[in-house]
C-alpha cells in the first residue's frame, strides 16, 4: 500500500477591527487602544475611525497576535481614506519595537505608493514595494499585503499591484499600531482592519471590496478557522 498526502493551509483570522465604534477585536480578544485623537465617522462598512495626525491604536502582542506572526505566511488588510494631513510616510500597521521585525505598511502620499519594510538580519529593509502614482487624497482604498513564505504581495482594491521574493523578518515584535507617531504619523480615516496567519486567497480579497471581512469570515471556509488545514488523504494499493 503507498499513502499519499496533500494538504493546503487556508488563510486563518487573528484579529479582527471593524471599527464600528471601538478598537476591539472581535475574533481573539486583542483589543486596542485608541491615543490621541479621533471620531467616528460613516465609513466604507458602517462607521469608520477618523484619526487625527499623531493618533492611532495600541494593540499589545499576544498569545494569537504573537510577536513573530509576520515571521511565518500572513495577511493584513485594512481600508483607508487618508487626507494627506499626516507625515509623507504614513504608517497603515506599524511593529515595534525597532530592534525587532519592525514590520511596517506605509503609503507615501507624496508618490503615492505603498511599501512594506522590516527588519530582516538587523537591517531596515525595503521588502515589497508598489510603483508611485497609486494612492490619492480622500478617497477608498482597501490594501491586502500577503506572504506564503515564498512571495510577498500587496493588492490595491483587489488587484495585485507588487510582487517580491519573501524575506524573514527578526520577528520578537512586542506591540502594533493601527496608525502612525512620532516622526511618520497617519491622517484620515481607517475601516475594517485584519490579520491573518496563512495568505488569503485572492478570490476572498476579491470577496473584501464588496463585504466587510466580518461578513466574508462567516460565508467563506477559506477564511475560518476551523478549516485552517484541509487533507485529502488517497491510498493507494498495488496487487
Request: aromatic share 10%; with cysteine.
Amino acid at each position: 500500500m503507498f499513502l499519499c498526502t496533500i494538504s493546503a493551509q487556508a488563510a486563518d483570522l487573528v484579529a479582527y477591527y471593524p471599527l464600528d465604534g471601538d478598537a476591539k477585536d472581535k475574533k481573539n480578544g486583542n483589543h486596542g487602544k485608541i491615543e490621541g485623537k479621533s471620531k467616528w465617522v460613516d465609513g466604507k462598512f458602517g462607521k469608520a475611525i477618523d484619526l487625527d495626525p499623531k493618533s492611532f491604536i495600541n494593540i499589545p502582542a499576544s498569545k494569537t497576535l504573537h510577536g513573530d506572526l509576520f515571521v511565518n505566511a500572513f495577511t493584513l488588510s485594512a481600508w483607508i481614506k487618508p487626507n494627506f494631513k499626516g507625515s509623507a510616510w504614513e504608517h497603515i500597521w506599524r511593529s515595534l519595537p525597532t530592534g525587532s521585525g519592525h514590520n511596517t505598511l506605509f503609503i507615501n502620499k507624496d508618490s503615492g505608493l505603498v511599501s512594506w519594510r522590516g527588519m530582516v538580519g538587523g537591517g531596515w529593509t525595503v521588502m515589497c514595494q508598489t510603483d508611485g502614482g497609486l494612492i490619492e487624497e480622500n478617497k477608498w482604498y482597501n490594501v491586502t499585503m500577503t506572504s506564503d513564505k515564498k512571495k510577498f504581495r500587496i493588492y490595491l482594491n483587489g488587484s495585485k499591484v507588487k510582487e517580491t521574493d519573501h524575506k524573514v523578518t527578526d520577528g520578537d515584535i512586542e506591540t502594533y499600531h493601527l496608525g502612525g507617531e512620532g516622526g511618520e504619523t497617519y491622517a484620515g480615516l481607517m475601516d475594517d482592519a485584519a490579520v491573518f496567519s496563512g495568505a488569503m486567497e485572492e478570490s476572498t480579497i476579491s470577496k473584501i471590496q464588496k463585504d466587510s471581512i466580518g461578513a466574508v469570515v462567516m460565508s467563506d471556509t477559506s477564511v475560518d478557522s476551523k478549516a485552517k488545514l484541509a487533507t485529502t488523504w488517497a491510498n493507494l494499493k498495488r496487487l
